[in-house]
Nanobody
């Protein structure tokens, strides 16, 4: 079983930055693909970024490409999401997710077996 705990959310002005962290418990983190998703009120959960188990492949939603960076530290069982040049439309709850398969990182919500509780990001204009 994997437990995921996100942190780092908050209130920031447009153009600002935040770094989200997700700490995983369990012995499989270093072999799990990891991802960030987000969900705004009244909207479906959407893909943000994903990273392969060894960090060798990353993929991003078009809406965040060039502004967000996903990374991981397997020694710390932690995956990060560096968010720069934030926009009001980035406001959402951000969720960390883990996938036991080790191929190309999935971009689908149902491709991930384990989820954190989420951390709120609010960007003011």
């Amino acid at each position: 079983q994997v437990q995921l705990v996100e942190s780092g959310g908050g209130l920031v002005q447009a153009g600002g930055s935040l770094r989200l962290s997700c700490v995983a418990s369990g012995s499989t983190f270093s072999s799990d693909n990891m991802a960030w998703f987000r969900q705004a009120p009244g909207k479906e959960r959407e893909f943000v970024a994903a990273i392969r188990w060894n960090g060798g492949i990353t993929t991003y939603a078009d809406s965040v490409k060039g502004r967000f960076t996903i990374s991981r530290d397997n020694a710390k069982n932690t995956v990060y999401l560096q968010m720069n040049n934030l926009k009001p439309e980035d406001t959402a709850s951000y969720y960390c997710a883990a996938d036991r398969q080790r191929g190309v990182p999935d971009r689908r919500v149902n491709g991930y077996e384990f989820w954190g509780q989420g951390t709120q990001v609010t960007v003011s204009s």
